[in-house]
């Protein structure tokens, strides 16, 4: 018992709830008014938590899933992104150690586990859904990958696992045209394994629980590994993904897009496809940084600048 206590580490959880009964984990996702948005802190305690499941030998499901009624899990908090990312874009790297590491603790933590999806699952979240072993969804259930209009990139899991799960076409549906789809359509691509109305959710996972409980531990967990070999070859494009991300956060696209959706208003797409159209550097918010300032000789001031931005002389 004291070897387990040292291992589970002293993090206070804050942003979830983790609950352990009758062999069965579940982790929740616990910011309903956030839509169970996570937060660099939410992925934190995930991992802490995967980790319990891994080491703990009265564990033998998991169950993962959002507070409420409303939501599974709708991806990164924008709030973050928009205050965060686009402001020190190197962070995103950093932020990213904990979202990667949280998919490959559910990918590899030795036990099966269920998304228990219970409402809307956005970019990261269907991320999360697409790292479980077996998805029960919800009759309200709604699905989307939102990312070409927020300005990034389903790249941490949808693009590489979306196509073993669903197909070329339908992937590139979802998160090239980013269509919302329902909890039949998802079924019918194979995005889930069942759809249950809301009232028969609980029952219909611990139904499946109990299945895999009564199933030989070792034999499930190699079971577990043999069908993530596909997806674990897909899985050494995160790093190009981490790489990307974290450059193009600093640009126009993830700058405008995360506070349109803060702002509740549409992104401004129209004068992006202007300046490309105008062969000017849309990346930069006020244009590529290649003016001097002929007064006090500061470089790399912005090419749609008037006025110095240190002595304030005309350019």
Known sequence: MEERTQLEGEMQFREILYEKKDGIARITINRPKQDNAYSLRTLQEICEALHRVLWDGEVY????????????????DASEYAGVHTNKPHGFYQWWEYYERMLNLIRTCG?????????????????????????????NARFVQPGTRVGSVSAGGAT????????????RWMVMVGDEIDAKTAKEWGLVNEVVPADKLDEEVNKVCQKL????????RFTKTQCNFWGDLAWNTFGHAR????????????????RAFIEKRAADF???????????????????????CAKCQTKYLPEDFEFCGKCGAKL
């Open 61 to 76: 499901v998991c169950v993962f899933t959002g507070a409420g009624d409303r939501a599974f899990c709708t991806g990164g």
């Open 243 to 258: 790489d990307w991300l974290s450059v193009h956060y600093a640009t126009s696209e993830p700058l405008e897009g995360f």
């Open 270 to 292: 129209k004068k992006l496809r202007e300046l490309q159209a105008k062969g000017k550097a849309y990346e930069y918010q006020w244009g590529a940084p290649m003016k001097t």
């Open 160 to 171: 590489q696992w979306l196509p073993l799960t669903i197909g070329e076409k339908r992937t």
């Open 213 to 220: 409980i009564n199933k030989m531990p070792d034999c499930l």
């Open 111 to 139: 036990k099966p586990v269920i998304a228990r999806i219970n409402g809307v699952v956005a970019g990261g979240g269907n991320e999360i859904n697409l790292a479980c072993d077996l998805s029960i969804a919800s009759e």
